[in-house]
């Protein structure tokens, strides 16, 4: 079956390790997301991207960094830098310019 | 610039009652608009779209919308709600050469 794949679903890490969450998608989409949610923020972009080897900042970039060497994978690292990395990460994709996005169950990021 | 506006953070409803789920944006261009449904600790699913045509968009579940231009609301309904309706509910909004902006959510409990 096509769709999106996130991992792992839950993940716990200390202050001050960096963290890598997976994305993966079989739908042979174009474009892919990273947002993050907070209770009550709605979706912040945190990066996309638009075709392989090219990405682009969203909205809270600071602290993240993404890669996109295969069409199918768009890994998201969570780095030391970030001040305040827990939360709800969520992985999108969608053909590009249709707006309608297709998103992976999600992972949650506790850091303790 | 683009902007989404979901009136009410929570909406409480008895079961088998109407519902109406508000939502207003605001954008210089013609815009694409939609309906998401978060289930707890999953990721979005697309409840409905507008992209052109009839202002009235029937989704799944038994929910629709209808587009006003005039008013540039995009309000959802059903009218009558189930108790597996209770999810996070979220209208975004984007046109063909911005990123997709979504609001921040309204939550529909399902009082017996």
């Known amino acids: 079956d096509g769709g999106i794949t996130q991992s792992p679903k839950y993940l716990f890490r200390k202050e001050g390790q960096n963290v890598t969450l997976s994305c993966e998608q079989n739908?042979?989409?174009?474009?892919m997301y990273w947002y993050r949610q907070d209770p009550g923020q709605g979706l912040r972009l945190i990066y996309y991207s638009q075709i392989v080897n090219d990405f682009q900042k969203g909205d809270i970039a600071e602290g993240y960094s993404v890669s996109r060497e295969k069409k199918e994978s768009f890994p998201l690292t969570v780095t030391s830098a970030q001040k305040n990395p827990t939360a709800f990460y969520l992985c999108a994709s969608s053909y590009t310019n249709t707006g309608e996005l297709f998103f992976g169950e999600g992972s949650r990021l506790t850091v303790l | 610039a683009q902007s989404v506006t979901q009136l009410d953070s929570q909406v409480p409803v008895f079961e088998e009652a109407p519902v109406e789920l508000r939502c207003n944006y605001s954008s210089s261009v013609s815009v694409y608009l939609f309906w998401y449904v978060q289930y707890p600790n999953q990721g979005l699913q697309l409840l409905l779209k507008y992209l052109s045509g009839s202002t009235l968009v029937k989704g799944i579940n038994g929910f629709e919308a209808e587009f006003n231009k005039s008013q540039t609301s995009f309000h959802l309904r059903k009218p009558s709600v189930h108790i597996s309706d209770t999810a996070e509910y979220f209208c975004a909004v984007t046109n063909r050469d911005d990123k997709i902006i979504f609001g921040k959510g309204t939550r529909l409990h399902i009082l017996p």
């Open positions: 739908l042979n989409h174009d474009a």
